[in-house]
């Protein structure tokens, strides 16, 4: 992605997951926005935003950040407002994989994973897709979730639209930490 692109991408998801009110836009109870609204909000508030680019986003290779549905769009995840995407609970696989750096992990192994400002705490699949999930914040750490064990034990697992599994906070079951090669 260009990264003009990538700046809208940052501004999208910053709207679409944590202030909408920001740009003068209000989400409905699941998180939709009419596009056209979007585009013209982030247009008054400095932030042009052509439809083209728009779909450059939507379709560009790698983490899917936005859900379209006719003429709305929503982040697929991530959120700290207050939405209802509307996923049912589904069994996850046996193990997930959660990427964190190392000045997070006595926390995490004291007190269980956190969300943050988020709603969900985020794992991934595979090893390689957690690796990239917030390269940004350093040098990863991935820790191996026993998804299995915490499903058995009650813990509800949900599959956003891009493939993220969602759980709400809670002690994260560990089967190991640390770099898994």
Not at 62 to 91: C, N, T, Y
Not at 148 to 166: C, I, P, S, Y
């Amino acid at each position: 992605m260009s990264d003009g692109r990538v700046v809208d991408s940052k501004c999208l998801s910053y709207v679409l997951r944590h202030r909408p009110e920001s740009i003068g836009i209000t989400l409905d109870g699941s998180g939709w926005v009419a596009i056209d609204a979007l585009l013209a909000a982030a247009a008054r508030s400095g932030h042009v935003i052509s439809p083209e680019a728009l779909r450059e986003v939507i379709n560009a290779p790698g983490k899917r950040r936005f859900e379209v549905r006719g003429e709305r769009i929503r982040a697929a995840q991530g959120h700290s407002v207050p939405v209802d995407l509307g996923l049912e609970p589904v069994p996850p696989p046996a193990v997930l994989y959660h990427r964190t750096v190392a000045r997070f992990l006595p926390g995490i192994l004291a007190q269980g994973r956190r969300p943050g400002k988020r709603r969900h705490v985020h794992l991934s699949a595979d090893t390689g897709t957690a690796a990239v999930v917030g390269a940004r914040r350093g040098r990863p750490l991935i820790l191996q979730v026993n998804a299995a064990a915490m499903h058995a034990a009650g813990h509800e697992f949900f599959r956003a639209a891009n493939g993220v599994w969602l759980t709400p906070p809670s002690r994260l079951a560990s089967s190991s930490h640390g770099p898994v090669p």
